[in-house]
Nanobody, 123 residues
Framework: QFDLVESGGGLVQPGGSLRLSCAASGFRFDNYAKGWFRQAPGKGREGVACLSSGDSRVVYADSVAGRFTISRDYGQNTVYLQMNSLEPEDTAVYYC????????????????WGQGRQVTVSS
């Protein structure tokens, strides 16, 4: 059974940093695209970052480019989202997701999702 278990996140002041982790079990995600999404209250789920299979392509939303970094540890079967210079507008539930095509597709095409982690940026 495939499973994605997220950890990290929490409460941070504006300008602070947090890291999210997403550990995969039941499969190896080397050949999958690995994405991070977020959903703020009253809004739809939006893409934040994606790392394609083979690390051939990295995509960031304009709103987080230069502040967030997606990375992976294939030995730990884990993908990370390092979030720096956090802003109140980054407050949301963050989700990791993987896609078997490996190509960082549209949101609704991802195959498996994590349970979500709350990130709150507030003074």
């Amino acid at each position: 059974q495939f499973d994605l278990v997220e950890s990290g996140g929490g409460l941070v002041q504006p300008g602070g940093s947090l890291r999210l982790s997403c550990a995969a079990s039941g499969f190896r995600f080397d050949n999958y695209a690995k994405g991070w999404f977020r959903q703020a209250p009253g809004k739809g789920r939006e893409g934040v970052a994606c790392l394609s299979s083979g690390d051939s392509r990295v995509v960031y939303a304009d709103s987080v480019a230069g502040r967030f970094t997606i990375s992976r540890d294939y030995g730990q079967n884990t993908v990370y989202l390092q979030m720096n210079s956090l802003e109140p507008e980054d407050t949301a539930v963050y989700y990791c997701a993987i896609d078997a095509s490996g190509n960082c597709p549209a949101r609704d095409e991802y195959d498996y999702w994590g349970q979500g982690r709350q990130v709150t940026v507030s003074s």
